[in-house]
């Protein structure tokens, strides 16, 4: 994500200010993203730079309850995509290669303690 410039500051205010709508003044934006209003103002500022226009979502472990995803797709999320570290049908990004040799490491150090 910091490749896209995206930080967690940012889409933090993106989910707040997609939830809120546009009832949501200035100040209790910066409330709810818990940074100060000159903060919330370079924020916004380069994200209007940036050209944000649509709201896509990419996360790590998908736990959505009460079908929590669809609710965000219906208030406006476009795509919505996480990594298969648990099965979902919005799994789009495969970790595998990134996790199995840390897991073989792991497995065969606590082997090696047990003999």
Known sequence: MKDL?????????????????GGLTQ???AHLVTIENPTLVRLLDSLEEQGMEAILCAAVHGIFAEASDQYLLAAGLQSLVTTNTIPHSTNG?????LLAPPIRH??????????
Do not use: P
């Not at 990004?93 to 290669?97: H, L, N, Q, W």
């Not at 792991?106 to 003999?115: G, M």
């Open 5 to 21: 410039g995206v930080t967690q500051a940012r889409w933090f205010t993106m989910v707040c200010l997609q939830r809120g709508g």
């Open 93 to 97: 990004i495969d970790v595998s290669e």
């Open 106 to 115: 792991f497995l065969n150090q606590d082997r090696s303690k047990s003999r």
């Open 27 to 29: 100040r209790e934006l």
